[in-house]
Each structure stands twice: as structure tokens, then as C-alpha cells.
């Protein structure tokens, strides 16, 4: 038995539409270049800084439990809290 059209079928294919083309060819746009302002770069190393000294002192805090038990996030959290509050930072 045939199958019955339904009310949504057209006799006529529907038209296909193209994306348009990037103009390096290979569809990936150039984002346009980042400048910084002297103040973002400083910003930038200082809180740099921060995470190194909260990373330096979350692995102090592992290896003063002698690398056993507790978290690596409790010992993050720590750290943060003991140097921003150094820093006077919230």
C-alpha cells in the first residue's frame, strides 16, 4: 500500500542556503589583537603572584600531613585564606 503524503510534504525540494566563507578560507576568523594597558599588566603579575604564593603554600600544607589524608581543595582553601589575609585581601 502507498504511503499517504502529508500535509507538510511539498512537491518542490526547499532551498539550501550556504554559511558565508571566512576570508582566510579554512572557516576560522582572525580575532583582532589584545592590547593591554600598562595597569591590566600589573594587575596581572600581582594576582599572579597571589596564586603562586597560595599554590607554594597549599603544597606546604600537603607535605607538613606528610602527603596523607585531607584534600587538595582544603589545602587551597587554606592557603587562600592565610595569603589574602596577608595581603589584606578578601
Known amino acids: 500500500m502507498p504511503k499517504a503524503t502529508r500535509a507538510n510534504d511539498s512537491a518542490t525540494p526547499k532551498k539550501r542556503t550556504r554559511k558565508a566563507k571566512a576570508e582566510n578560507g579554512n572557516g576560522v576568523q582572525a580575532a583582532e589583537p589584545v592590547t593591554t594597558s600598562p595597569e591590566f ?3 596581572s603579575s600581582f594576582a599572579g603572584s597571589l596564586e603562586e ?3 607554594t603554600r597549599a603544597y606546604e600544607l600537603y607535605l607538613q600531613r606528610g602527603g596523607q589524608g585531607g584534600s587538595p ?3 587551597w582553601f ?3 585564606r ?3 589575609g596577608e595581603q589584606g585581601i578578601a
Open 82 to 84: 592565610e595569603v589574602h
Open 78 to 80: 587554606q592557603a587562600q
Open 53 to 55: 604564593k597560595v599554590r
Open 41 to 43: 599588566a600589573q594587575e
Open 73 to 75: 581543595e582544603q589545602d
